[in-house]
């Protein structure tokens, strides 16, 4: 029955027996569906106000005084926080809900790369040293909007999280052993070894002071993770706190894709 959801557990009984414990945890399930739906509702309906909002502050420009200026560009700043925060909520319940963002294609990582290179080096605004490299033909089966989303979210954290100065290398390449591997290292100021474990989770942020003057939102890392498991993928986060921090997406191999078979059959 494909809405029966259970949770399969084996402990280990006397010697030589294994105990196979299985647990009906559909309620939970279910549950858990009615929470995503719930916040993906409220995200949907906060964002055409906001963006009315957002579009009358905008429009108020540098209308005003000394006195009123500052306070116009703060409420159109914290607009755009919010926005941005709608936007990460409902791109993450999308992907919890097992949604990829549009058709799974051969995707070619250099030319995307190439792409968020430019917009790194608009966020830097050349106060960090950005070197990317890129294994040309090495392409990768998945969603090309979703891939994009994760790769951007871990270049901009590493431009976010290194002082000015600082180096940013990203590279892309098939490992020895076949695997396909994306990374992203940064000579930034690291992050404590107990806090790597819990990255991922949502709104989980290390030392609430530090991020926030990024704009950030706080989900990135989780949109990441999602990203990788619909794509059979994993992250691996290596950091040293004050030098700096390497993100690894490691795919494995069968997701390597051949550019001409998709051109063959078009
Ligand atoms: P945020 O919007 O806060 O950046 P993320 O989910 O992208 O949210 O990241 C979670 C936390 O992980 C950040 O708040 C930050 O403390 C830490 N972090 C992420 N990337 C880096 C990095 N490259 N260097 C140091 N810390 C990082």
Redo the contacts with the bound molecule.
């Keep these: 029955d494909p809405n029966v959801h259970l949770s399969v557990h084996s402990v280990r009984h006397r010697e030589d027996q294994r105990l196979l414990i299985l647990r009906d945890v559909t309620d939970l399930h279910n549950l858990e569906q009615v929470r995503r739906d719930f916040v993906a509702n409220v995200s949907h309906e906060l964002r055409t106000p906001l963006t009315v909002l957002l579009g009358y502050l905008e429009s108020l420009g540098d209308q005003f005084d000394d006195e009123l200026g500052p306070a116009v560009s703060r409420m159109q700043e914290q607009a755009r926080q919010m926005q941005a925060l709608l936007n990460d909520l409902l791109e993450l319940s999308r992907l919890q809900s097992d949604n990829l963002g549009g058709e799974q294609t051969s995707v070619d990582v250099c030319a995307i790369l190439m792409q968020l290179k430019e917009q790194a080096l608009e966020i830097s605004q050349g106060n960090h040293d950005i070197d990317v490299d890129c294994q040309g033909g090495l392409y990768l089966t998945g969603s090309e909007a979703d891939l994009e989303s994760a790769f951007r ?2 270049i901009n ?2 431009i ?3 002082p000015e100065g600082g180096r940013i290398t990203v590279r892309w390449k098939e490992n020895a052993d076949g695997q396909l591997a994306f990374n ?1 290292s ?1 000579t ?4 404590p070894r107990r ?1 790597i474990p819990r ?2 989770e949502r709104f ?4 609430s002071d ?2 926030r003057h ?1 704009g ?7 949109i990441v993770k999602h990203v990788l498991n619909a794509h059979d993928a994993r992250l691996v986060i290596e ?1 040293v706190l004050g030098e ?2 390497t ?1 690894t997406c490691l795919f494995p191999a069968k997701r390597r894709s051949l550019r001409q078979e998709r051109k063959e059959q078009a």
């Design positions: 979210n871990l954290n590493a976010h999280y290194t992203v940064d930034g100021i690291g992050i806090d990255l991922t989980y942020r290390v030392g530090r991020s990024t950030g939102t706080g989900l990135g890392l989780s950091s700096g921090s993100f």
